[in-house]
């Protein structure tokens, strides 16, 4: 049974509204390994084999039955196998041009990415120096002039950070951040609070709160918030910096759970299921 949302997030505090035409979005892990050691991931193990014709055939259905909103391609690291990458987004692409497509990657083939017809390379990027964060991914990973060179032709990169203790861990760290960020033309970044998952995640926890305080450099556009009854899912807000080359928009969220599953559907390898960690989907009911 698909699970899905009665409502939208709630805008700055208001009454949220309800969602009034049924849509998904969808989570394809093409790998669950990967080429970094990240200290905080917990979305690596033993190599599996992706089911090519299971997923066509089940993506069609599901696109028969509700609206898919967004599909990303995920994993460990999904361009691992960059021809599977490519074939699984040339049939999503084929299937509805409509649907937002997004690959979430450590820039294993960054240059390769530039060449495709993709919505949005959500690259990960944990620290402004280039040595700082090759530490994080412990692999060789995409430089700033990597990053430069590829925003010279493409607009569709949108760079993601963790907030991690003894990286970028408060506000001075997230202006720096935010400052080199202008200097290599990326324009849309997201600070990401870690879940609680594991002891390092725990022990280098840092609180979105840090990039939240009043600044000069620094507005807040929209804030949104979700919750499950009374319980608090997640947070996040919109955010302008002003950078010398021009504005930087970028988002902060923090996760307070991670096993919510309302709306999103994970095509894990071979088999689908309601978010990353909720029960497979044995039918396409849809629960609402």
């Not at 084999?49 to 509700?66: M, N, R, V």
């Not at 999503?92 to 390379?121: C, M, P, Q, R, W």
Request: aromatic residues 12%.
């Amino acid at each position: 049974m698909i699970k899905l949302a009665k409502y939208y997030c709630s805008l700055n505090d208001e009454e949220p509204k309800r969602i009034k035409e049924p849509q998904i979005n969808v989570y394809v892990r093409l790998q669950n390994v990967c080429n970094a050691d990240c200290d905080f991931c917990e979305f690596c193990g033993q190599a599996k084999k992706f089911d090519e014709e299971k997923f066509k055939a089940l993506l069609i259905k599901l696109h028969t039955t509700i609206k898919i909103n967004k599909l990303s391609f995920t994993g460990g690291e999904p361009t691992l196998d960059f021809p599977l990458f490519k074939r699984m987004l040339n049939f999503v692409n084929e299937l509805d041009k409509d649907i937002f497509t997004v690959v979430n990657t450590n820039g294993l083939h960054l240059k390769e990415l530039a060449e495709l017809d993709i919505n949005s390379v959500a690259l990960s990027r944990h620290h402004y120096n280039d040595e700082l964060n090759q530490s994080v991914f412990k692999t060789k990973v995409p430089t700033s002039e990597d990053i430069r060179l590829y925003n010279k032709k493409n607009t569709n990169l949108h760079l993601s950070c963790n907030l991690v203790k003894d990286y970028i861990d408060s506000q001075e760290e997230v202006l720096n951040y935010l400052d080199w960020c202008d200097s290599v033309n990326a324009r849309d970044i997201g600070f990401v609070g870690l879940m609680k998952t594991n002891d390092f995640c725990k022990e280098h926890y840092i609180d979105y709160s840090v990039v939240t305080k009043n600044h000069k450099r620094i507005w807040n556009s929209k804030t949104y918030s979700r919750h499950e009854g009374k319980n608090l899912i997640c947070r996040c807000g919109n955010y302008v910096f002003m950078g010398e080359n021009g504005l930087v928009n970028f988002y902060c969220r923090h996760y307070m759970c991670n096993n919510n599953s309302e709306s999103t559907l994970v095509y894990d390898i071979d088999e689908f299921k309601n978010g990353f960690t909720g029960e497979n989907v044995d039918g396409w009911i849809v629960s609402r």
